[in-house]
């Protein structure tokens, strides 16, 4: 996993200057989704003057002997806290600790599904499922199981970049030992391995698995026993997997729209928000001055990711901010406007989170005894 400790560069700007062509050049063309601040500057070597001024006048105070630059660097996506998705720069030269992380997403395009577990000494236990890089503090913090393991070590790489041109070789995670098992368990043939991963992520939502064993999992990674019904829980597995990884996709809850009568026409006045708040009792979810959502069922909090549930997640990451030290703003609203070019985008989502915990709440109960 990555851990973003190094000279980040905030990606949500407006700069009047050039930017030096060394900076992420790549990475600012691509107009992503929010800024990323850095936790302090970790990377170490010597930087060029120009860099170390560029980077403390519009970012943060950065000592010209802690900068390390190459040309070498992968942009794409990546799974910050809590489920929020932003775009970086994954790199070594500007992530001190990348784990295994390249042989899971050796590159922007590489197809993967990684199941999210809390990692020893969590106060909860928590899991989510990915296609994209995560952060090290996603679940605070997180240990990662894949579905495949790419082998990159016959590719001549570019730093950690795998050339776009090059067909890489993959290997399910699942072990041929781990198949052999499940089979003649349940005597089916015809169980896969990516029915064994679904399955995976089944037992890690089943109630009486997480009770039973609530001690275990903030010590140790889960351990998967033989529940009695397999494919209620490889299918369960499979429905959760796609609820949560196309959670942009699913249609959005129909929440009551109560809209003032002096509200602007203009749809991006309309819809554009500072900070989202709930009610006292949580029925309702103010947007801005103008919109109100209500209807905000008791399902919605039920199901909860470290501590959160998906629309709580979205009302905390999904505000305007500004970095005391840097001056970055993070604004969604630019997001809204830029890149998914809806000016609903954000009221959508608040719904769609909605949905997600609905539904997922409806799969976990009815799924079998796993004991």
Known sequence: MITLTAVVVGVRLKLADPIPQLVFLDLMRSTPRCACQSAGPKVRHAGTPKLAKFLQLRFCHVDPSHIRLWGDRLA??????????????????FHE????????????????RVIIVTGTGSSQFSCLI?????????LTPSQCLPLYVYDTSDVEKQGDQIPLDLTLSRNHAIT????KTFRHHYEETSISKEDIFYYVYGILHAPDYRNTFAKDLKKQLPRIPFAPDFWAFSRAGREL?????????VEPYPLREIVSPNAPDNPWDLYRMTQM?????RTALTVNEWITLKGVPSEAFEYQVSGRSPIEWVVDQYRVTKDSKSGI???????????AQNPRYIIDLAKRAVRVAVETVK???????SL
């Open 97 to 112: 600790r990348v784990y295994q992380q390249p042989s899971l997403f050796p590159r922007p395009d590489a197809e993967n």
């Open 329 to 339: 703003v993070n604004d969604p609203n630019d997001w809204a406007r830029e890149t």
């Open 176 to 179: 041929d030992y781990a198949l």
């Open 277 to 281: 708040k709930f009610n006292k009792n």
């Open 241 to 249: 997997a796609e609820l949560h990884i196309g959670y942009e996709a």
């Open 363 to 369: 799969i976990v109960k009815n799924l079998p005894p």
């Open 76 to 93: 794409g996506e990546g799974l910050a806290l809590g489920a929020d998705y932003l775009t970086l720069t994954f790199d070594r030269n």
């Open 130 to 138: 990915c296609e994209h890089l995560s952060d090290v503090n996603t």
